[in-house]
């Protein structure tokens, strides 16, 4: 399998405490990797580092063969960076003046100066992959929070990126909701496409995901095939933390 993105020794501190300990992580194309742990443990700071939302203190970040330094990167390369990369945010982060179909062309026709009428075409194909064609113009405030969330998954697909970051994307929705963006996340999945999810959802993360890293304190506790580390988990804190998501869920 060939590599696409590689992170080294990423560390972090918020006001001196330290959330993230010199965390390493290679992802490689195709592969869908889930990031368990308990609250606090640096799963949302490490995805939010990766895609610059924050600043990391050190560190190094590869992707296509390119190596940038996480502490010190440019403008021009985080631009250059982010072009290859989507984020999909626990609280769909959409404009709520614009329409799902304007939400979805916002990137295209604002960033990438794509003249409209090709983003709008773009924009409604992945409307229609995430299944809310006929919901192109609705607004946010009249959509539930499965279809926002599914709108901000077609904006994500729009700019066909190379690697999608999910961080927690069903933990605002009700729970009869949340099956719709899992099934587009799955769909996505078999499909080929790249993606680290941070996620809650265990089930989820074990049908789905490829590969599972298990993060507790700011560090990688244990990672590994996702069969291996749901079935043999090597650390008896890994073990723990999946025996209590069983219980949770029983």
């Known amino acids: 399998m060939k590599e696409i993105l ?7 501190q918020f006001e001196g405490l330290e959330v993230l300990k010199g965390v390493s992580l290679t992802v490689n194309q195709g592969e869908v990797v889930a990031i368990l742990g308990p609250s606090g443990s640096g799963k949302t700071t490490l995805l939010r580092c990766m895609n610059f939302l924050e600043r990391a203190d050190s560190g190094c970040l590869t992707m296509d063969g390119e190596t940038f330094d996480l502490g ?34 916002q990137g295209l026709t604002v960033a990438r100066k794509m003249p409209r009428a090709q983003a709008e075409e773009i924009g409604m194909a992945m409307l229609e992959k995430v299944g809310l064609a006929d919901r192109a113009g609705y607004y946010p405030h009249q959509l539930s929070g499965g279809q926002q969330q599914r709108v901000a998954i077609a904006r994500a697909l729009a ?3 190379e690697v999608i970051y999910f961080d927690e994307p069903t933990s605002a929705l009700d729970p009869e909701l949340i099956g719709e963006v899992l099934g587009v996340i799955q769909q996505l999945a078999a499909e080929g496409r790249t993606m680290l999810v941070v996620t809650h959802e265990m ?5 789905v995901s490829t590969h599972t890293l298990f993060m507790e304190g700011g560090v990688v506790v244990e990672e590994g095939p996702t069969k291996e580390v749901f079935d043999h988990p090597r650390q008896e804190r890994t073990k723990a933390f999946l025996q209590g998501q069983e219980e949770s869920r029983a």
Do not use: M, S
Request: charged letters at 30%; hydrophobic letters at 35%; zero cysteines.
């Open 6 to 12: 590689r992170v080294e020794n990423i560390h972090k």
């Open 72 to 105: 010190r990167i440019t403008k021009k390369e985080l631009a250059r960076l982010r072009r290859k990369t989507a984020f999909v945010f626990q609280n769909y982060n959409l404009f709520l003046n614009k329409t799902a179909l304007q939400n979805v062309t």
């Open 159 to 161: 700019t066909d990126p």
């Open 203 to 207: 089930r989820f993360a074990r049908n």
